[in-house]
């Protein structure tokens, strides 16, 4: 799978350990940045970077990471297509693929343990997209506001 990380300098320790992670299972990993620890970097130069090569499928999914994970996602929701949470739970990081059909994950580099990290990256990967009428709908209805907002 194609997988692409961004972080800022909150999340940078946690996204080079993810990164090596899913190289060490396979995975093809594209860093968005940082490349380098910089404390007065910001979170939307490497997150909507990362956003758009989702929503343009140049990676299968992706992985943003900043301090809390509030501002990735809050970031990484701006771009069309992309359905980004933050997660903090094994149960939403895959449901949030199972039915909404979540792209993107989102985590906090000051919150997340490496553990846990890696855990919830592999409930985000291995989980898929179920497609039941009522996800459909909904997401549909994200769609069509998506649309409308351009």
Known sequence: ???????????????????????????????????????????????????????????????????SGVGASVAANKIAGIRAALIHDHFSAHQGVEDDDMNLICLGGRVTAFAAAEELVMAFLNARYIGAERHERRLKKIKELEIKNQ
């Open 1 to 67: 799978m194609k997988i692409g990380v961004a972080a800022d300098h909150g999340g940078f320790e946690l996204k080079n350990t993810i990164k090596l992670f899913l190289e060490l299972r396979g995975h093809e990993v594209t860093d968005f940045g940082a490349f380098e620890l910089d404390s007065t970097d910001d979170y939307p130069d490497f997150v909507i970077p990362l956003s758009r090569a989702v929503a343009e499928k140049q990676v299968d999914r992706g992985i943003a990471i900043c301090g």
